[in-house]
């Protein structure tokens, strides 16, 4: 989705269907999941949670939470974590996704504000999305929650969504705080090409403050950079987003090996321009969101950036030049992790960007997706240590470019880009 107005970008459900054999294929592959299927988020509505109390004014980024190593029993609960630890900051809580420090979080708001801004951001009702099938999910009211509901809502359960409304959601919470309504057509043509009809972006309300939507995404970024979604994390672009595994009900219990395990994640985070929402349902591999869905957004990420599609804006003007990179190769999660980032120009018609005299331009102070930009122009393949901008390069500046060249670029970390734990 781009987060700035509605628009569905892609959507796609596996397995698939083909509509040529429309009667070999059962009900299951022949619907479109993304709006007739409801889940429990769980994790990703961390974000969402923590985006109402900030806006309230209720916790601090900062604030540090004792968080029990992992264990702690809330009435007559037990709340658990996966990543164990004694004392967390509000950051650390979303970077490590701990459900001990949102229950505590939690009860600072009130169940009727709480529920306004849950229904605020979509939950419970429909998108009104021009597609068939769309259901609404659930959100009881508050009359309706028992003592522990709250709680269990700050993390993704005792309520449903679609993906479609969690991506709606959580464009609102990264794009300075409005909700828009999706948009699957652009405009009608008839057959001389000629626009008949013009659909206008559609906002339906503002739910948070712009300034709380700033915070959550320096949070979001956190979680890629420092926390349980760093297989999300791309070299040359600010990633933010958040992960998410949910028990599956099955004959009304939680089943203890089955999960909905996924990723939403957002780029660059300075500016979104699109939102990504990876879902698998019982992932053979992995189980938890940050193991098995943030990899595949990672694969998505790369190959939309690489291939810049027109929809994209605000992406500099030498990374558009870049039209007819081909797609890469999809990594196995398992794959060991290399500091070395392969160009993917070789075999590239000559870029028209690339300077005339083909010798090497001082990268001195650029950001890493903008050197990177200009290497794969010239055909010269890379090696990155650091993050953040250009410090130093091992072919210097005037030098002139030849076959098989390999420049070493070494980088230093942008001040403020995310708040450490």
Not at 187 to 199: A, C, F, H, P, R
Not at 245 to 262: A, H, P
Not at 330 to 338: F, G, L, M, Q, V
């Amino acid at each position: 989705m781009n987060p700035k107005n509605g628009e569905i970008l892609a959507l796609a459900n596996a397995g698939d269907y083909d509509p040529n054999s429309y009667s070999e294929y059962d009900d299951f592959n022949r619907k479109n999941r993304c709006i007739t299927d409801v889940y429990e988020p769980g994790s990703t509505m961390k974000a969402i949670t923590l985006a109402a109390l900030l806006d309230q004014g209720l916790c601090k980024e900062n604030e540090i939470i004792n968080v029990e190593n992992g264990v702690y029993k809330f009435r007559d609960r037990i709340i658990r974590d996966t990543h164990k630890h004694q004392k967390l900051t509000v950051q650390g809580i979303l970077d490590q996704s701990s459900n001990v420090g949102m229950t505590k979080l939690i009860q600072r708001i009130d169940d009727e504000l709480l529920y306004k801004y849950l229904r605020g951001f979509g939950f419970g009702t429909y998108t009104s999305i021009e597609l068939p099938g769309e259901v609404k999910g659930t959100l009881k009211k508050p009359s309706e929650w028992s003592l522990v509901s709250k709680t269990f809502m700050s993390f993704g359960y005792e309520l449903t969504a679609t993906p479609l409304q969690l991506i709606t959601a959580f464009s609102a919470l990264i794009n300075g705080g409005i909700l828009y309504q999706p948009q699957i057509v652009k405009k009608l043509m008839n057959s001389d090409g000629e626009t008949k009809l013009e659909y206008q972006h559609r906002e339906v309300r503002r739910i948070i403050a712009p300034q709380t939507s700033d915070r959550m995404r320096t949070l979001l970024a956190s979680v890629v950079e420092n926390g349980t979604a760093q297989n999300a994390k791309l070299d040359f672009i600010a990633v933010g987003g958040k992960t998410g595994t949910s028990k599956i009900i099955e004959n009304g219990k939680y089943s203890e090996s089955n999960y909905n395990s996924s990723f939403i994640g957002f780029y660059p985070v300075e500016d979104p321009q699109v939102v990504c929402l990876i879902l698998l349902n019982s992932p053979k591999v992995g189980g938890y969101g940050g193991l098995v869905a943030a990899p595949i957004f990672k694969e998505v990420t790369k190959r939309i950036l690489l291939n810049i599609h027109e929809s994209l804006e605000n992406i500099p003007d030498s990374y558009q030049k870049n039209d007819d990179v081909k797609f890469i190769k999809a990594k196995n999660i398992e794959e060991p992790k290399t500091t070395i980032t392969r160009s993917l120009s070789h075999n590239m018609p000559e870029n028209n960007n690339a300077p005339a005299n083909k010798v090497m331009p001082d990268l001195k102070n650029r950001s890493i997706r903008e050197a990177l930009v200009i290497l794969s122009s010239l055909g010269i393949d890379y090696k990155v240590s650091g993050s953040g901008k250009v410090i130093s390069q091992s072919i210097l500046p005037g030098s002139r470019v030849k076959k098989d060249m390999v420049c070493k670029i070494l980088c230093t970390e942008i001040k403020n880009k995310v708040l450490a734990n």
